[in-house]
C-alpha cells in the first residue's frame, strides 16, 4: 500500500510501485516511473523540463506532458527537497537501491546506476552516467556528460571535469585520480591480486592494458559509455 502525503502533488504520467511512500510537499510530475518501495521525501521535485533553453516548458502539474520521463529503480531513497529533471531525448534514470540525499540534482538525460550514493548536495549536470556502486561526497559537482565508473568514490567537494574510470578513488580541484577504492573492490569480490594490479596501473595514470577477469565488466560498461575526457591516461597527476 502506498503512503502519500494530503499535501504531495501527484500528476497525471505519474507511474507508482506498490509501497512508495511520498512525502509532504513532494511534486511528481510524468512521464514518471516510481519502483516499489521507493521512499521520496518532503519537498522532492521530480519530472519539471530539461533546463535546456530550446525546449518548451510544460506545464506537467496541469496535465500538459511533454519531453521523455524519468525512471527510478525500486528500493531507492530519495531524500528533502532533491530535484530530478526530464529527459530531453532518453529518460533520466535513477537505479535500484540508490540512496539520493538530501539537496541532490540530476539533470536532464543523466543515467545513475544502481547501488549508487549521492550524498547531500550533489549535482549531476545533464547527459552525464553514473556506473553502479558509485559513491560521491558531499557537494560534488559532475560537469554535463561526465562519466563515472563502476565502483568509483569521488571526495566531497570535487568538481568532476573528467571521467572518471572505474574503482578509482578521485578528489581535489582539479579532479585528480588518487588510488583505488580497496574497500569497495573488497566488498564486491574482487580479489587482492586484480586490486593490487589496477593499483600499480593507476599509481601510474593508467589503465590495465589486459583487464582482470574481475573488472570486466566494470570496464566494458566504462568503454561502451565512450569517456571523452579520461583522468587515467592524462598528464601526470599531483
Not at 583522468?231 to 601526470?236: C, D, H, R, S, V
Request: proline share 7%.
Amino acid at each position: 500500500m502506498n503512503q502519500i502525503h494530503p499535501s504531495a502533488l501527484v500528476g497525471a504520467g505519474v507511474e507508482l510501485g506498490t509501497n512508495v511512500t511520498v512525502g509532504p510537499g513532494a511534486v511528481l510530475l510524468g512521464p514518471l516511473v516510481v519502483g516499489d518501495d521507493c521512499w521520496i521525501g518532503p519537498g522532492c521535485v521530480i519530472g519539471t523540463p530539461p533546463e535546456i533553453s530550446s525546449l518548451r516548458h510544460n506545464r506537467a502539474w496541469d496535465g500538459d506532458l511533454d519531453h521523455i520521463g524519468v525512471e527510478i529503480g525500486p528500493r531507492t531513497v530519495v531524500r528533502e527537497l532533491t530535484t530530478i529533471h526530464q529527459g530531453s531525448y532518453r529518460r533520466t534514470r535513477i537505479g535500484a537501491d540508490c540512496w539520493l540525499l538530501n539537496r541532490v540534482y540530476v539533470a536532464h538525460d543523466g543515467l545513475i546506476g544502481d547501488g549508487v550514493t549521492l550524498s547531500a548536495g550533489v549535482s549531476v549536470g545533464g547527459h552525464a552516467q553514473i556506473g553502479d556502486k558509485v559513491n560521491i561526497g558531499m557537494n560534488a559537482v559532475l560537469h554535463q556528460r561526465r562519466v563515472v565508473g563502476p565502483g568509483a568514490m569521488v571526495g566531497m567537494g570535487t568538481a568532476v571535469t573528467r571521467d572518471v574510470p572505474p574503482f578509482a578513488m578521485a578528489y581535489g580541484n582539479p579532479v585528480r585520480l588518487r588510488g583505488v577504492n580497496s574497500v569497495g573492490m573488497s566488498r564486491a569480490g574482487v580479489d587482492d591480486e586484480s586490486i593490487a594490479l589496477l593499483s600499480a596501473e593507476y599509481a601510474r595514470n593508467a589503465v590495465p592494458a589486459e583487464v582482470p577477469a574481475p573488472l570486466a565488466a566494470a570496464f566494458a560498461w566504462w568503454t561502451a559509455a565512450e569517456p571523452a575526457r579520461p583522468l587515467a591516461g592524462t598528464a601526470a597527476h599531483a
